[in-house]
């Protein structure tokens, strides 16, 4: 596993923690599963991933993200959430977790472990495989974060701010392989 990644996916994962605590009026933050899913509305085999990061997206310690990418817009039907930087975002994880490119749909949990996604049960599975069982403890108090003492990794650590819509959005799509599917 990449200290980088490491790093990014702690300060990612710190960051969620707080957000939902500052959305929950809680004092304290629990420990938290970050669950991205990297998907397209050209992506055929992306639906049933999508559903199971929703039957996911309520369980107590994840935060579930889905972050649509740009590589299938080529095809002729431009993805409407797609950003090249939620592309960016997923070519970073593919070295790390031993990957020669992107693909779609892809579930990473945690920043060091994906799976595909598609399958009932994937996900869930991967939360588990993969639960924190520590870190640094997170605060939330006067508008102000506090950091306590805990595990982190050493050397330097990017901070990623995402900010997400919580729930689920729907949209049409109107072109492509899911023509008709929302």
Not at 58 to 81: E, I
Not at 153 to 164: I, M, N, T
């Amino acid at each position: 596993m990449s200290p980088v990644i490491s790093s990014r996916v702690l300060a990612l994962s710190g960051l969620a923690a707080l957000a939902l605590a500052a959305s929950l009026g809680a004092a304290a933050a629990q420990p938290l599963s970050v669950v991205e899913l990297f998907t397209s509305q050209g992506c055929s085999s992306c639906p049933p991933a999508n559903a199971n990061l929703i039957k996911v997206k309520d369980r107590p310690g994840v935060l579930a993200l889905s972050f649509n990418v740009t590589y299938w817009d080529y095809l002729g039907w431009k993805d409407t959430f797609g950003k090249q930087e939620f592309t960016q975002r997923q070519v970073s994880y593919e070295p790390p977790l031993g990957h020669d490119g992107p693909f779609t749909p892809q579930v990473v949990v945690n920043g060091h472990a994906d799976v595909v996604g598609a399958a009932p049960g994937e996900i869930e599975h991967l939360i588990t495989a993969t639960a924190k069982t520590g870190g640094p403890s997170l605060s939330l108090d006067g508008g102000k974060v506090a950091i306590g003492a805990g595990a982190a990794p050493g050397g330097k650590a990017d901070v990623w701010l995402v900010r997400y819509t919580k729930g689920v959005v729907e949209v049409p799509v109107a072109r492509g392989e899911n023509t008709g599917r929302t």
